[in-house]
């Protein structure tokens, strides 16, 4: 987890109850500190495939879409925002940022679910995250990844692409190919890009200019040890943009030009075979064979595609930290 300064130091327990207890006191919201406390909760147990099946019969989710749009329509009629809100009963700061990120994590883990992430649709949420994403303070940047982990998990197989905010798809290719950001955005960026092809390669305004940005980048990456993750990423992302024949083509001709001495006499395509051979990282060398197969393959209904899935970054807190007796 990557937390800003401010975030309060105290821990939530997880209650052992059926998720209505925290949800309703979350739709209370008495004070601060039981709504930064519910929140904390739901965010934790919707891991848990038959919480997140519970919110859902409860009309959680509406609640808690609800809850991230008012927040943000109030914030934007503050002169300094995210210091204080009524919506989360806050007065202070780090109350605020605690429970919007709390918000935030709990919308990624419910999303998982596919039945969630269609009522999610229904409401707008990838718009109402996608705001939230794009009036974030700089001082708030921890909390980028937690907004992209939604957003990759709700343009899923799922989304009705049509409905993306016009301007979404820009922003992401602008995280994806700017170096001003961290590697992890740049990693979401492409995950949720992946996760937008896979439905509607249309959809993903993937120029040539940024397939070749996106090729030289995952070059670089899938080379570098210390830059794996990245490398995996940019990799599923090339893969399901070769679902698209003209988007294959122009990635045939691109890998093409970037061959090293030595290996002119072949393709790009043989080059990067070769290269997948050499990887050494498994999770690397699979996602490689997939876009090689994707490459070599004439036939799209013979072709691969990727979707990205999974917990939000929050919960590497819990992995890192050493335990704690009670």
């Known amino acids: 987890m ?9 821990k939530t327990r997880r209650s ?6 925290p949800l309703e006191c979350f739709r209370q919201g008495k004070d601060s500190v039981s709504m930064r406390n ?37 914030q934007a009629t503050l002169g300094y925002a995210w210091s204080t809100s009524e919506v989360f009963g806050a007065t202070k700061e780090y109350e605020v940022h605690d429970s919007l990120q709390f918000t935030l994590v709990a919308l990624c883990h419910a999303s998982i679910d596919s039945d969630i992430s269609a009522e999610m649709h229904e409401l707008g949420t990838i718009e109402t995250v996608f705001q939230t994403l794009s009036v974030l303070p700089e001082q708030l940047n921890d909390y980028v990844p937690f ?9 899923g197989s799922g989304c009705e692409c049509t409905k993306l905010p016009t301007d979404l798809v820009q922003s992401i290719w602008e995280i994806l190919l700017s170096d001003k950001g961290s590697l992890y955005w740049r ?14 390669s249309s959809r993903v305004s ?5 397939l070749s940005a996106a090729l030289s980048l995952f070059l670089r990456a899938a080379t570098d040890p210390d830059t794996i993750n990245f490398g995996i990423a940019l990799s599923d992302l090339l893969c399901n943009l070769c679902c698209d024949q003209a988007y294959c083509l122009l990635l ?31 999770a690397l060398k699979q996602s ?3 876009l090689v197969h994707n490459l070599s393959w004439s036939d799209p209904a013979g072709k691969r595609s990727i979707q990205k899935l999974a917990l939000s970054s929050f919960m590497n807190t819990f992995a890192l930290e050493p335990g704690v007796s009670s």
Do not use: Q, W
């Not at 919480?51 to 859902?56: G, I, N």
């Not at 907004?147 to 343009?155: H, M, P, Q, T, V």
């Open 2 to 10: 990557m937390e800003t300064s401010t975030s309060s130091p105290r």
């Open 16 to 21: 052992d109850g059926p998720i209505a207890t």
């Open 38 to 74: 519910a929140l904390a909760e739901l965010a934790m147990r919707l891991v848990d495939a038959d919480d997140r099946e519970e919110l859902r019969k409860a009309d959680g989710v509406t609640a808690l879409v609800d809850h991230l749009a008012r927040i943000l329509e109030e």
């Open 147 to 155: 907004a992209l982990e939604g957003l990759r998990n709700l343009c």
């Open 187 to 200: 990693e979401l960026a492409a995950e949720v890009l992946t996760n937008v092809t896979a439905v509607d």
């Open 206 to 210: 993937a120029i040539p200019e940024r």
């Open 252 to 282: 045939i001709c691109e890998l093409d030009t970037r061959r090293p001495p030595g290996h002119f006499r072949h393709s790009g395509v043989v080059y990067l075979a070769e290269l997948t051979e050499k990887t050494r990282d498994d």
């Open 288 to 290: 490689m064979e997939a």
